[in-house]
């Protein structure tokens, strides 16, 4: 058989050679693409010219069509020169390569989705590309390219003067998957770029649809625009509608709060909604909104069967499927009408994971999306389980047509901690192929292909060819990537691989910080550097050395993640409430010292963690998206190291307190809370676990502990701070028969404060030296409930009450006003700001000079309701205030730089805020000159100031 060269040389003259039944073209050859090619067509074009370039050192021009180009010719996607010689219309994702001594053609389906993006003109996952698979399937096998991760050392190239193929060459190919590809977590402009080219290369695509074709939708197409008018679009929920919740942003979050599906409106506007966007072959969404706020009208309800489904169904025995998919059919069938060739995409997944039993038929043109976890397949629990998930197929493969399977190869629950599985990857796409009614995969993913790729890299390799076998792409991948050290490198992938999918073993958790810690035994992850350290020793080229260093990176965040986690656990055991969502601590009794040196261990953990994660941030190798600048551990941590480093005592309440559930809520009446009553008949509880874990299963609703506890007597005089390590989820605090202040869980505002300590200023209710009474009712709406992490009693010192204002008079103020800015003062106290525009046409400022003393730390705090913001804003904060620190002749002694300051950024029109500030005075300080501001559109009440020496 003849074979084609494309060799480098430096005779431009002569365009084609022949010799020794060879065709050498030289580096003049052109790269030839239609004069109005599509955007991925061009794009293909730069990728072939990029890659031959990097294997032979030579550039090929590209030039258009409608130039007259002589000799051999390197034909990529539609052109003049192509006629007759590929297919007129190429089925869906198909393209072909075909090569003789006149042109090699690199041509398939192509069509931009466009974009203006700065590196990509076109969506790099739902525009087709057909040519560029062409190039990067010619590259491949023709050339030895390999592409296994994002970015130079995860690109193999085999330089050679001569590019070979065969004469005659025909080959087309189309996928196994029409949909194959990955949902990234914010991805910044370097990891979008980086990511979304390797995918491309990987053949990555949509094809029909786009990433988001069965994404949580309802609140974005909704939107709150309606609610004045009909509020009755929108979820009942306890008897009352609300609107969608807005993000910090002023954008809509599709987040607990769904529509009412029942109102023909809604269905509606939903249909005229697809039949202005939807195209022929696309999938539109009609996914509901991530977690629960279903409406509770009767109409809805009405739909629900709850008799037919048992407690393993849906969410928690939650099935909402037969009402949602009452709106969805409804929904399809008006837009069939208009736009027969679209379709909506639906996500399988928690109240609607179980199929409906009273619909018999599902839409045609309603696309499901199964969500699965493939990672949990051996643990307990259904979603976790590959029988339940292919028996639940089953069952919906009778009443749709369509489906796409949702994976979480790479989510952020893992962390970015190495976690391959590609064994079960594999066996399960081998699965779906078998299922006809799969038309692909999307999966969500960290930017962490140090740690990860290989998961990522197997599963598209198996989408776009099934037919392949785990054992071949690997042995590839091995034998190509590492070279002399592959046998090491397959030693360490199965090590992990082996390790982590049995972790079943260690923990309950699948993923997610109560299961980090687990993922390996220890020793694994030390027996990996032992395998690095020998497969890089070995490698005999820079490059190897470079893919071996790569791995390595990943490794050493995975260590430094699960070391940290591991001591977050055994502070968990020992009743130190740092947060890990679901771990149940083991009850471990440590002392003050050993406590505190297990704090600092997990401090330096956390620092060494977080500074990985802050160097690669913007990487596409490390980059815990949720995480990386999370703070609440460290809060927490910092928090505990304080409170036992402090001199001062800490008393660790008992672990077991009295008991009692209060279903009907008569709490109160009865005087759960006074220190006379007798709590003898209560049950023991202990304060470490949720109550569901205690006997008191699925209980949701309010619930009563008590303590009768001894403070010392030699306390006297301190300031006490009871601390509960976490509450779940809202509580009343009452100690000696007086209520001391609650705590109201508010979703919007921390999501997250029922797995925070509380902390509650209880000086002026303890009497030292005699049994107090500690009393807390606690309600939980859903899931688990109580007080589930321990308590204490933190004594410091007294602080001192410089200045106090509650604003009855303004008169010692100098206040400053500019445009429309108005101040008015409220009878019962505090002042009433209002600003039609932002700063600068108008502003109100307040400032006032307090004596202080120098050497000494103070804390400025301002009390701050927010009556009324709009959505949208230009200026970030709502409130300023300012310290200047004066002498005594009141000249200013600090640089501009090192003023204290604290503002207000965040939060919402009805609710009351509080802003502080701590910093230190220097010597020679007398006067501090405190000034506040108001700057953004709003109505404001300022209700009080103070000023603390600490």
């Known amino acids: 058989m003849k074979k084609i060269v494309i060799v480098c040389s430096t005779l431009l003259v002569c365009c084609v050679a022949s010799y020794a039944g060879k065709i050498v073209i030289n580096a003049s050859a052109p790269i030839v693409i239609s004069s109005d090619a599509p955007q991925v067509t061009r794009y293909a074009a730069k990728e072939l010219q990029l890659h031959l370039k990097k294997i032979t050192g030579k550039t090929h021009r590209i030039v258009l069509d409608s130039q007259k180009v002589n000799g051999f010719k390197i034909l990529v996607g539609r052109s003049s020169y192509t006629k007759g010689k590929i297919p007129e219309k190429f089925s869906t994702g198909t393209f072909v390569i075909k090569g003789n001594k006149n042109n090699l053609i690199l041509a398939g389906d192509d069509r931009d989705w466009k974009m ?148 023909p409106a809604v269905e509606k506007i939903f249909i005229d909604h697809y039949r202005k966007t939807a195209k022929d072959g696309s999938i539109k969404s009609i996914s509901a909104d991530d977690g629960l706020g279903f409406c509770e009208c009767p109409k809805c309800k009405a739909l629900d069967h709850p008799e037919l489904y048992g407690p393993e169904d849906g969410y928690k025995g939650m099935v909402l499927s037969d009402r949602v998919f009452t709106f969805v059919n409804n929904v399809a069938r008006g837009l069939a009408k208009t736009n027969p060739k679209s379709n909506v995409g639906m996500l399988s997944y928690t109240v609607t994971i179980t199929p409906p039993k009273t619909i018999k038929k599902i839409e045609p043109n309603v696309v499901l999306s199964m969500a699965q976890i493939s990672a949990f397949y051996n643990f307990p629990g259904k979603i976790g389980k590959k029988k339940y998930n292919r028996d639940r197929y089953t069952e919906w493969a009778k009443k749709a047509n369509q489906f796409i399977c949702r994976e979480y190869l790479g989510d952020f629950h893992f962390h970015g901690v190495s976690h391959p599985f590609t064994k079960i990857i594999a066996e399960d796409i081998k699965y779906l192929k078998t299922q006809k009614k799969f038309i692909g995969m999307i999966w969500e993913q960290d930017m962490d292909y140090a740690s990860n790729h290989l998961n990522y890299y197997l599963a598209l390799r198996l989408l776009w060819n099934s037919n392949l076998t785990r054992e071949e792409i690997l042995n590839d991948y091995y034998t190509k990537a590492y070279g002399n050290a592959a046998g090491l490198m397959r030693q360490y992938f199965d090590l992990l691989e082996n390790d982590f999918t049995s972790r079943e073993k260690r923990t309950k958790h699948g993923w997610g910080p109560a299961a980090v810690g687990d993922f390996y035994k220890p020793g694994t992850l030390e027996q990996g550097q032992k395998l690095l350290a020998k497969a890089n020793k070995i490698a005999n080229s820079k490059e190897i050395k470079a893919r071996i260093a790569y791995n390595q990176l990943g490794l050493d965040y995975s260590i430094k993640t699960v070391r940290f986690f591991r001591l977050c656990q055994k502070l968990n055991d020992a009743g130190i409430a740092i947060d890990l969502y679901q771990y149940e601590g083991k009850g471990i009794k440590l002392s003050k010292q050993e406590l505190l040196k297990l704090l600092k261990e997990a401090a330096q953990a956390r620092k060494e963690w977080r500074g990985m994660l802050e160097k690669y941030k913007k990487s596409s190798a490390i980059c815990s998206y949720k995480y990386y600048m999370d703070k609440r551990r460290d809060k927490a941590i910092n928090n505990y190291i304080k409170m036992f480093s402090s001199k001062v005592p800490t008393i660790e309440l008992p672990l077991t307190w009295k008991f009692k559930l209060d279903p009907k809520n008569i709490g109160e009446k009865d005087k759960y809370y006074a220190s006379s009553f007798s709590d003898s008949k209560w049950a023991d509880i202990k304060t470490d676990k949720v109550w569901e874990k205690q006997g008191y299963k699925k209980y949701d609703g309010y619930a009563w502990y008590r303590l009768k506890h001894n403070v010392p007597e030699k306390l006297k005089g301190k300031k006490i701070i009871l601390t509960l390590g976490a509450v779940d989820e809202s509580c009343v605090v009452y100690i000696n028969g007086k209520k001391v202040g609650e705590f109201t869980y508010n979703e919007k505002v921390n999501p997250d404060s029922w797995k925070q300590p509380l902390l509650f200023d209880v000086s002026q209710y303890i009497i030292p030296g005699s049994a107090n009474t500690f009393v807390i009712k606690v309600q939980d709406v859903e899931g688990a409930g109580g007080l589930w992490k321990k308590a204490y009693l933190v004594f410091e010192s007294k602080s001192c009450l410089v200045y106090s204002d509650t604003f009855k008079d303004t008169k010692t103020w100098r206040v400053y006003r500019k445009g429309d800015g108005k101040l008015k003062q409220i009878s019962t106290g505090g002042i009433e700001l209002n600003l039609s525009v932002d700063y600068p046409k108008d502003q109100v400022s307040m400032t006032k000079i307090v004596k202080i003393d120098a050497n000494q730390q103070y804390a400025l705090s301002l009390n701050l309701a927010v009556k009324k913001i709009p959505v949208t804003r230009s200026r970030r904060s709502w409130m300023a205030a300012r310290v200047i620190l004066l002498d005594k002749n009141k000249r200013r002694i600090i640089e501009i730089k090192d003023y204290p300051w604290t503002s207000l950024r965040k939060g919402q029109s009805g609710q009351t805020y509080k802003a502080s500030k701590v910093f230190k005075t220097p010597a020679k300080c007398a006067y501090a000159m405190i000034t506040v501001f108001f700057q953004r559109q709003g109505q404001y009440q300022l209700n009080r100031l103070s000023l603390t020496q600490l």
């Open 116 to 263: 203006n993006g700065k590196y990509f003109k076109f969506h790099p996952q739902a525009s087709r590309k057909g040519s560029i698979f062409a190039v990067c399937e010619f590259l491949e096998k023709f050339c030895g390219i390999r592409w296994f991760w994002p970015g130079d050392s995860g690109t193999v190239i085999v330089k050679k003067s001569q590019v070979i193929f065969p004469d005659k060459l025909s080959i087309t190919e189309k996928p196994s998957f029409l949909y194959r590809t990955f949902f990234l977590y914010r991805p910044q402009e370097k990891q979008r770029r980086e990511i979304y080219t390797w995918g491309i290369r990987n053949r990555a695509e949509t094809t029909i649809g786009n990433p988001w074709c069965c994404a949580h939708s309802w609140a974005y197409i909704l939107k709150n625009k309606y609610f004045k008018k009909h509020p009755e679009y929108y979820s009942l929920i306890k008897g009352k509608r609300e609107p969608f919740p807005v993000g910090k942003n002023g954008r809509i979050r599709a987040m607990s709060r769904q529509i009412c599906t029942s109102n």
